[in-house]
């Protein structure tokens, strides 16, 4: 079968395409309804069967590979490698998910996962997947404030954490941001269990904070057997950023994203039992859950949780551990690549690659030439893949376990199977169906399994934010812009909306705007993403001051920007912090005051600004430019 013919089947024959692949998993129950859509646009998958995310990633594979490897735990930062066998694995998730039950936890209920780069940050979400609550993984990187809105709203009975993680060698301390941030939220959990890693010391609330080598000692021989659930059941929340300041979190399914990932494991990533795979994202992100931790233990993969820089102790580092544990597919982001271009090209060299098979990158546009050098430095197919937190796996890339297919630079590749992917004209809603035309890249419905079921808590939102934003029609934005050529292979062109992506990692520009409004001396900010070498996209803020008296000089104006750099890495988090931040005395704004962000963006990329009719200032705009491009 051709991967044209494989795709239009999953749509024309949709029902029998999915029964095919729900049989890659386990059920308890088997499903009675492959998809209900009798009330778009929520789709429901499986409907009537029930199943567990951690007995088709851990138990199912205890029997045949016990004594394999699953997880690979290699830290740079505190010199320490671990690698436990699904046997072992099976057994610290069960301390996990007893030590959970004895804080409280029981099957709905929300458990925040707010942990470094470890071993048992997968075990917690896996412990969680096994008794029928739901994780919400928030990245480490984020700080008290977006910690606290996200408390806020998951409302976890218990939140999961570490002392610390370490970066470039430095402890980088977990706790007293948590700590900030629970005493900021309205919501306050149950328990805190706190994994010691003896890097950074901490405070225990009495009464509130548990220790985990305490729990671990006393759950050590607990048996917890995995919770069947409806395969409708929320297995997890993920908050991404939107256009409004206020994250969103992105719920997804049981039965439905363990059938879409087993699926991808064997059409788009060939990953085989007993392989490895190597994964460089972070759990935190939605890379990390489908494809560090999920698909490839639903595979029956070994799959690698890597704590430490691509660059330390060198270059190397990588491909080192590709050579050690015989790596065969890798999974990790251009800007990643293009920090290992400008080192040494002899590191890669230096190491046997000859396992691998394939590199996948995702999370932002590959540029030609990244991709031209690490195709000729590996020696192995580099495969683009185009998705987002909402969809969990990829929309657009090439499915060579289906058809080998050959890749052009600059596209992730043409649509998936199951995802009806079409282009619609922005205003008009009008659909563009001939080749290279331009518009909003948006999916029919039904989404395909694994894809979010809606907004937590908040079906409207749902609603209203995805699929109401084509005029006339009810379908699915992903809020890019795109082009699809003659051969069906689409090319990705940027967001329509305010949300950018800086290293890969998506950020709302309203909330970067928020947080810099609360510093006392701002009276207006935007901020907006502007192009860059290295990470794809910066942040760059322009900021119109209260009182501008005493700005005056250099200095003070430093000053300022140095201050509000300070608040958004206190808020938010250095990850949201922006490059530079402008002062200027007025924001570029149409008559109506509308903030022209785009205008402010084409400046910045010295690209022409286009029609600026409708400004109210003409100087507004002069002086970003002398301010971006001096001289
Ligand atoms: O703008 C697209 C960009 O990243 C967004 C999704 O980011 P996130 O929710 O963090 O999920 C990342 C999952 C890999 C998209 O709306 N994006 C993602 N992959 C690509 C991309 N842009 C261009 N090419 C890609 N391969």
Known sequence: MTYAQFHQR????????????????????????????????????FVGGTTNLCHNAVDRHVAARGDQAALIAVSTETDTERVYTYAELQREVERMAASLKSLGVGKGDRVLIYMPMIAEAAFAMLACARIGALHTVVFGGFASGALASRIDDAEPVVIVSADGGSRGGKPVPYKPLLDAAISLAAHKPAAVLLVDRGLVSMNYTAGRDHRWSDLRQQHLDARVPCEWVDATHPSYTLYTSGTTGKPKGVQRDTGGYAVALAASMKHIFQGNPGETYFSTSDIGWVVGHSYIVYGPLIAGMATIVYEGLPTRPDAGIWWQLVEKYKVTRMFSA??????????????????DLSSLKALYLAGEPLDEPTAQWISSALNVPIIDNYWQTESGWPILTLANGVQAQTSKF??????????????????????????????????????????????WRDDQRFVNTYWKSIPGKLVYSTFDWGIRDEDGYFF???????????????????????????????AEVAVVGVADNLKGQVAMAFVVPKDASALDGDAARLKLEGEIMKVVDGQLGAVARPSRVLIVNVLPKTRSGKLLRRALQAVCEGRDPGDLTTMDDPAALQQVRELVQPG
């Open 410 to 455: 600059g596209s992730p590749g043409v649509a998936m199977y199951g995802y009806d992917v079409k282009l619609f004209d922005e205003s008009t809603g009008e659909e563009l169906k001939g080749p290279n035309q331009k518009g909003v890249v948006a999916i029919e419905g039904p989404l395909p399994p694994g894809c979010m079921q809606t907004v």
């Open 10 to 45: 999953s749509l024309t024959e949709r029902d029998a395409f999915w029964t095919e692949q729900a049989a890659l998993i386990d059920w308890q129950q088997p499903p009675q309804q492959v998809c209900d859509y009798s009330n778009p646009p929520f789709a429901r998958w």
């Open 334 to 351: 251009p800007t990643a690549v293009r920090v290992l271009k400008k080192q040494d090209p002899a590191y890669l060299s230096k190491y």
């Open 492 to 522: 990705i062109l940027g967001r329509t909306d305010d949300v950018i992506n800086v290293a890969g990692h998506r950020l709302g520009t309203r909330e970067i705007e928020e947080s810099i409004s609360s510093h006392p001396n701002v």
